[in-house]
């Protein structure tokens, strides 16, 4: 192969360096998500949420708010980058676990998961809450329209 290098040689040296350069991406694709999520609806009745309580809603563990508003949630697609990272930081979970999650819940019968949206533009989402006056969503802070009622932000790292 190269003059002194054997394949083996070769080869490790070339994994090595395939997999310090897909690290240093991936670092620098995590490092450069300054990405902020509001959680947001049209409706200006509902009350802002707190930390603890948005992560009640996204965990299933309410679906009221003031003990009796009964709120909609919906879902960006599975396959949408949005919505693993909403999920990654307000709950530390992927959505692989998520889905565990909500596939225990279900089948237990102690929930269901949140609709699920079949594109994450913007306009879907709007069009779902506009259907549903008690709907939630959520959404990157730059998407969300000036009119809309946001409830919580949640931001990277907090």
Not at 56 to 82: A, F, Q
Request: net charge negative; charged share 20%; glycine share 6%.
């Amino acid at each position: 192969m190269f003059k002194g290098l054997s394949f083996t040689h070769f080869f490790l040296a070339t994994l090595i360096v395939f997999s310090l350069l897909t690290t240093s991406k991936m670092t620098l694709a995590r490092e450069g998500n300054d990405v902020e999520f509001a959680v947001f609806t049209l409706n200006s009745d509902l009350p802002p949420l707190s930390k603890s309580k948005a992560r009640m809603l996204y965990k299933g563990k309410t679906k009221k708010l003031n003990g009796s508003i009964n709120i909609v949630l919906v879902d960006l697609p599975e396959n949408s980058i949005h919505r693993e990272e909403f999920y990654n930081m307000l709950l530390g979970k992927s959505v692989s676990q998520m889905n565990g999650y909500w596939a225990s819940l279900s089948f237990s019968g102690k929930g269901t998961p949140p609709e699920e949206l079949s594109s994450d533009d913007i306009k879907d989402i709007l069009e779902w809450l506009n259907n549903n006056p008690n709907g939630i969503a959520y959404a990157p802070i730059r998407d969300v329209p000036e009119n809309a009622n946001i409830l919580i932000t949640v931001l990277q790292g907090e």
